[in-house]
């Protein structure tokens, strides 16, 4: 089982509607949680971090998260072609683990007109 | 702005020589700094933690005398491909932790091609 799973996609939504992102981790000791954003050819760009349990809202972004599931998600509203690049989850894998993220394979959103 | 400086972008290479690849948090120190390497269509993988003033720490698999890093200054990290091969060509990525905030921040990436 790998440590951070994703579906690779792609996944394709329509420009204006929401855009849902998934993510599951394997060990539960993980405290914190990560979204990037990674356009072709780019380097990862954090989208949002969260650490407790429940919704955190920024801009069109919502991560979620469910540590009994061992579940974290991102939904983008109001998806913009803008928004159209694949997405990473990355984990902070075990208590007092540090710094070192582990990444999941990424999700390819594409967003069309 | 960027926080973190990576060069070069990219380089092409002859096979058997070296590059080296730097990377600089630009406005706050960063006693750790990680080297990710990304072929195409897969995730990062983390290769590397760099710690100022102590050897770094290598993932299973990434072979230390072929990648030598060297974390010198709180602020600058690199990282040098020795005899280089065409399948170490490959998008490499660094990565500083800033303490404020305890946010990872990437370099722009460097795209190594050994011909």
């Known amino acids: 089982q790998k440590e951070v799973e994703q579906n690779s996609g792609p996944l394709s939504v329509p420009e204006g509607a929401i855009a849902s992102l998934n993510c599951t981790y394997s060990?539960?000791?993980?405290?914190?949680f990560f979204w990037y954003r990674q356009y072709s050819g780019k380097s990862p760009e954090l989208i949002m971090f969260?650490?407790?349990?429940g919704d955190k809202e920024d801009g069109r972004f919502t991560a979620q998260l469910n540590k009994a599931s061992q579940y974290v998600s991102l939904l983008i509203r109001d998806s913009q072609p803008s928004d159209s690049a694949t997405y990473l989850c990355?984990?902070?894998?075990?208590?007092?683990?540090?710094?070192?993220?582990?990444f999941g394979t990424g999700t390819q959103l594409k967003v069309e007109l | 702005g960027a926080v973190v400086s990576q060069h070069p972008s990219w380089v092409i290479c002859k096979s058997g020589t070296s590059v080296k690849i730097e990377c600089r948090s630009l406005?706050?120190?960063?006693?750790?700094m990680f080297w990710y390497r990304q072929f195409p269509k897969q995730s990062l993988m983390l290769m590397a933690t760099s710690n100022e003033g102590s050897k770094a720490t290598y993932e299973q698999g990434v072979e230390k005398d072929k990648f030598l890093i060297n974390h010198a200054s709180l602020t600058l990290s690199t990282l040098t491909v020795t005899s280089a091969h065409p399948e170490d060509s490959s998008f490499y990525i660094c990565?500083?932790?800033?303490?404020?905030?305890?946010?990872?921040?990437f370099g722009s990436g460097t795209q190594l091609s050994v011909l």
């Open positions: 990565s500083a932790f800033r303490p404020a905030g305890e946010k990872l921040f």
């Open positions: 406005d706050f120190q960063a006693t750790t």
């Open positions: 990355a984990v902070n894998i075990g208590a007092g683990g540090g710094n070192k993220l582990t």
């Open positions: 969260i650490y407790s349990n």
């Open positions: 060990d539960r000791g993980s405290q914190s």
